[in-house]
């Protein structure tokens, strides 16, 4: 099955700075790759995804890029704000025929300090 | 209606207690999730329904068991429960094919079993 794997643990920051978080995956079949933010005692929540056959997409601070061959995918979040610190997870799936099973990364705590 | 609810929101249960949590979709999803999560861990998949059909059992203890009485409703029934269950159990829903891909998780239900 699926595995992901997701680096750093834990990212601190200045206000302003650049953070890069890293996924890979194992399974070459994996056709779709969604980020979530989760706050403390809250939902996950989606904050940008890529499907296999793009390799690179923007939503404003937020870019998500992929490399199939490496099996690699990364968050890049520009000009960090202290809204911004959660943990951040990733994710693979194979959309299945009839649904999608995500399977999730460890989770990166970031800070966002002032 | 772009939601999953959940209910309750919070629950404690003793162990030879007999509880149901509940999740609920007018999104027209045919997909739903349950997925458990423990502090400071990625969610993690238990249950897949398609089309209100059990697609995916990831092994788990069958004092929790799964019910999807119609296309917007899914329950997680819970007997005998162990105290390390307790965690945030999160619903979510997807459409199914068509390119349409992502998760909306509801906001969980803590369960804590005493």
């Known amino acids: 099955g699926e595995n992901v794997e997701q680096h750093p643990s834990t990212l601190s920051v200045q206000e302003g700075d650049s953070a890069v978080i890293k996924c890979t995956y194992s399974?070459?079949?994996?056709?779709?790759f969604p980020w979530y933010k989760q706050e403390l005692g809250k939902r996950p929540q989606l904050i940008i995804d890529?499907?296999?056959?793009?390799g690179e997409k923007k939503d404003q601070r937020i870019a998500v890029t992929l490399n199939k061959t490496a099996k690699h995918f990364s968050l890049h979040i520009t000009e960090t704000q202290p809204e911004d610190s959660a943990v951040y997870f990733c994710?693979?799936?194979?959309?299945?025929?009839?649904?999608?099973?995500?399977?999730f990364g460890t989770g990166t705590r970031l800070l966002v300090s002032p | 209606d772009t939601e999953v609810t959940q209910t309750p929101k919070h629950l404690v249960m003793g162990m030879t207690n007999k509880k149901s949590l509940k999740c609920e979709q007018h999104?027209?999803?045919?997909?739903m999730y349950w997925y458990k999560q423990k502090a400071k861990k990625p969610p993690e998949l238990m249950f897949v329904y398609s089309y209100e059909k059990l697609s995916i059992n990831e092994s788990v203890p069958s004092r929790f068991s799964p019910e999807c009485p119609n296309s917007s409703l899914l329950n997680l029934h819970l007997h005998a429960l162990q105290p390390e269950d307790s965690a945030l159990y999160l619903c979510?829903?997807?459409?199914?094919?068509?390119?349409?891909?992502?998760?909306?998780f509801g906001s969980g239900t803590r369960l804590t079993v005493v």
């Open positions: 399974d070459s079949a994996s056709n779709y």
């Open positions: 979510a829903s997807s459409h199914v094919g068509g390119g349409s891909y992502g998760y909306t």
């Open positions: 994710a693979a799936s194979l959309m299945n025929t009839g649904f999608q099973k995500l399977v």
């Open positions: 890529i499907r296999s056959n793009v």
């Open positions: 999104m027209g999803h045919r997909a």
